[in-house]
């Protein structure tokens, strides 16, 4: 897939996700490693259910499912991604350090939908706090709304 469109500044269209460039090339890749995979799979296997004398049935392939699911979301990753060179900036594929009103910090990479799990540190952009962090900057402060009550951080790094 063609690289996709690099902005200069911190202003993208709203459907669009912006990303390190490595975060492009790493999605990309896993888009052709997914897409062998699904091929070769092809989501389905035949097999023969008990009762049938002749006529095979398609069984659904769970793996070949869940690759296909998980190729769908990263090609849709792909068409809304645009490339920000902005290191200053907390885009997908950077982590971010965010220090709570107690002192206590906490670090979050930010992933593609789909990709977030909290308890090891990722959070997806369409997550509360991946989208309050979000196209933001070092010192700025944010409001995340999440399921368990707002709380508000300053992010206080950028990787």
Same mark, same amino acid.
């Not at 490595?22 to 070769?40: C, F, K, M, Q």
């Not at 069984?59 to 902005?86: C, F, K, M, S, Y």
């Not at 290191?87 to 789909?114: C, F, K, M, N, Q």
């Given at each position: 897939?063609?690289?996709?469109?690099?902005?200069? !500044?911190?202003?993208?269209?709203?459907?669009?996700?912006?990303?390190?460039?490595?975060?492009?090339? &790493?999605?990309?890749?896993?888009? !052709?490693?997914?897409?062998?995979?699904?091929?070769?799979?092809?989501?389905?296997?035949?097999? &023969?259910?008990?009762?049938?004398?002749?006529?095979?049935?398609?069984?659904?392939?769970?793996?070949?499912?869940?690759?296909?699911?998980?190729?769908?979301?990263? &090609?849709?990753?792909?068409?809304?991604?645009?490339?920000?060179?902005?290191?200053?900036?907390?885009?997908?594929?950077?982590?971010?350090?965010?220090?709570?009103?107690?002192g206590?910090?906490?670090?979050?990479?930010?992933?593609?939908?789909?990709?977030?799990?909290?308890?090891?540190?990722?959070?997806?952009?369409?997550s509360?706090?991946g989208?309050?962090?979000?196209?933001?900057?070092?010192?700025?402060?944010?409001?995340?709304?999440?399921?368990?009550?707002?709380? !508000?951080?300053?992010?206080?790094?950028?990787?």
């Amino acid at each position: 897939m063609a690289l996709a469109a690099t902005v200069d !500044s911190t202003t993208w269209g709203p459907r669009q996700w912006p990303m390190t460039r490595d975060a492009w090339e &790493r999605l990309d890749a896993e888009a !052709s490693r997914l897409t062998r995979d699904v091929i070769t799979t092809d989501g389905y296997v035949t097999g &023969r259910l008990d009762g049938e004398a002749d006529a095979p049935s398609f069984v659904p392939n769970i793996v070949g499912q869940q690759r296909l699911r998980q190729l769908n979301t990263v &090609r849709t990753a792909l068409e809304r991604a645009v490339v920000l060179d902005a290191p200053e900036v907390a885009v997908i594929g950077h982590r971010v350090t965010l220090r709570e009103a107690d002192g206590s910090t906490s670090v979050y990479a930010l992933v593609i939908p789909g990709d977030g799990d909290p308890r090891n540190g990722s959070v997806s952009v369409d997550s509360p706090v991946g989208s309050a962090i979000l196209g933001r900057r070092t010192g700025d402060l944010v409001t995340i709304a999440a399921p368990a009550g707002t709380w !508000s951080a300053t992010v206080i790094g950028i990787d």
